[in-house]
């Protein structure tokens, strides 16, 4: 089945840990992004990649990283440095920038104690 | 001028009512205006959407209204099911140019309906 895969679906992580959110897709996407998910907050985008080994930051970039070495995938790594990591955080591919349908991940769900 | 602001935050209809849910954007770059649909615990699914060149999309008991000239577009749930609670977001981007596919999302809103 085409898709889009996220993992771990929960994760907990002790405050100062780095902890890296892997997401896979196999609908030959040359999208990707992440977006952060909090309650009345919608989703806001953290990182966009158009094609391998480019990216761009999104809005909300600090204390996060991200790279791009194969097509199929775009993990993403919850740094020290964000003070609020705890979240929902989701995962999207669309087919190019003239076909702006995105396709959403399952999540994972972050919490940092 | 990114914003896509979204009202209500949540909104509770009887089974066989109508939902409606508001949206309004100052972009005037944005050019597809989508609606997503999460269930809890579930990623945002694409319910349908929506170009300026049209003012109305509609797709079984979901339909799509855009006021261009307002910037404004909304979503009308018909004959509301108790399966149709969820929350929706909407969402806008522009083809080109620095948005690039990219989604900004609304606030989302709460939809509950009761049997």
């Known amino acids: 089945d085409g898709g889009i895969t996220q993992s771990p679906k929960y994760l907990f992580r002790k405050e100062g840990q780095n902890v890296t959110l892997s997401c896979e897709q196999n609908?030959?996407?040359?999208?990707m992004y992440w977006y952060r998910q909090d309650p009345g907050q919608g989703l806001r985008l953290i990182y966009y990649?158009?094609?391998?080994?480019?990216?761009q930051k999104g809005d909300i970039a600090e204390g996060y990283s991200v790279s791009r070495e194969k097509k199929e995938s775009f993990p993403l790594t919850v740094t020290s440095a964000q003070k609020n990591p705890t979240a929902f955080y989701l995962c999207?591919?669309?087919?190019?920038?003239?076909?702006?349908?995105?396709?959403f991940g399952q999540g994972t769900r972050l919490t940092v104690v | 001028q990114q914003q896509v602001k979204q009202s209500p935050q949540s909104l509770i209809v009887q089974k066989g009512g109508i939902s409606i849910i508001n949206c309004a954007y100052e972009?005037?770059?944005?050019?597809?205006f989508p609606w997503y649909q999460q269930f809890p615990g579930k990623g945002p699914a694409l319910l349908i959407a929506?170009?300026?060149?049209?003012s109305e999309k509609k797709e079984g008991r979901f339909t799509i209204s855009f006021n261009k000239s307002a910037k404004q577009f909304s979503l009308h749930i018909m004959d509301s099911q108790p399966g149709d609670s969820a929350t929706y977001f909407c969402?806008?981007?522009?083809?080109?140019?620095?948005?690039?596919?990219?989604?900004?999302f609304g606030q989302g809103t709460i939809l509950t309906v009761h049997p």
């Open positions: 999207a591919s669309s087919i190019s920038n003239m076909n702006t349908e995105a396709f």
């Open positions: 609908l030959n996407h040359d999208a």
């Open positions: 990649s158009q094609i391998v080994n480019d990216f």
């Open positions: 972009n005037t770059a944005f050019d597809y």
């Open positions: 929506i170009r300026p060149d049209v």
């Open positions: 969402a806008a981007t522009a083809a080109g140019g620095t948005s690039y596919g990219k989604l900004t």
